[in-house]
């Protein structure tokens, strides 16, 4: 899929103004960005750019700020740390005042635009006001190109930018393209995906798909309750999405029809209450009784995960097992990433992907070099696994005019 996508390294950028699409949407806690994957995966093309003496504009999104200013949301943060990884300053302005800045800038410089989103024109649904938002900074601009995999939402800076420039794709959306191809055209058998996390909502459709594709589906994490409820066992307190739970079965049925094998927790971690300090129990059966929340897998779940990981030959992992941020419930999270990173053949295809994950990954000191490919967008990765299509990735092929 996109293999026809037009590259950067293919176009001749010699001197230019080029704006280049950057997903600097980083987590942030108290001011310090807890993890930087995604601004040190855009690092080689802002390189790229600046050995070849154009005038970066980097634009972003952060948060979700839904038009207003927001200080919380500000890209400051990522402007700083951006400046450290490439050891040179970065310059700052808002987009309604960023005309001066970009035609005063020399050669070689980087300037960062404020966060989008502070703009209702950014996320408008008319097609005609994001064109309006972002006309002025086309303008202002010769080359576009877009380094922000994750971003598949019809917005300004990622759908009709590209339509008003000759427009590209970064090394970071080129390698993120190339890597997902692999699994989605070839698949080794046996594929299994690996999914947690909670926001069922958003991978629901995306799992429909998924279990005609793979062999196994291993769920853990508040997602796994869906499914257990869904089966009419007892969860207890645990976190569950009422409104999903017709669906969780459908795709209980789709993945039998299929001859896909999903498995569930058998047993749980869980706590009294839903806090941090709260004392881990171990739930030994599946059910979970009342007054507890399951916040992390049990061992002898990890220990049947373990197996079907270790025959795999094509992984892919998105989301945690449970409530990774908190000690006393990280273990099932930690357990499967390195069961993933290192128990698997050595051949084995092995992708992950998504914010949540790529910062577990960081914080339980999971190693991104055992992986074939980290990705920076988890949705949109499980979307391009399940056959999306994206018009955003269109507007940097064959097709530059795309309708509403
Ligand atoms: P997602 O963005 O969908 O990958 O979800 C990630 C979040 O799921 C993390 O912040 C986890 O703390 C949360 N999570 C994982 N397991 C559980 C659980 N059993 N109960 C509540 N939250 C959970």
New binding site residues.
Partial sequence: MYHNIRKLSDANIKNKTVVVRVNFDVPINNGEITDNTRIASSVKTIEYLVENNCKVVLISHMGRPEGEAVDDLSLMPARFELGKLLNKPIKFAHIEACENSIKFMEQGEILLLENLRFHKGEESKKAKEREEFIKPLAALCDIYVNDSFGVYREHASVLELPQLLPSYAGFAMVKEIEALSKIDESPESPYIAVI????MDTKIPILKSLVKQVDTMLIG??MA?TFLKAQGVSIGD??FEKENLKTAEEILKSAEKNKCEILLPVDHIAGKEFKENTKPIEITTQQIPKGH????IGPKTMSQFREVIESAKTILWN??M????WENFNKGTEAIGEYIALSTPKDAYKIAG?A??TYAMLKLRIKPKRFNHVSIG?GMMLNFLSGGKFKVLDVLCGVQKISE
């Fill in positions: 947690g996390g909670v926001k994490g508040a309750y645990s976190k929340y399951g916040l992390d989301g945690p449970g409530v990774f941020e998504g949540d994950t988890g």
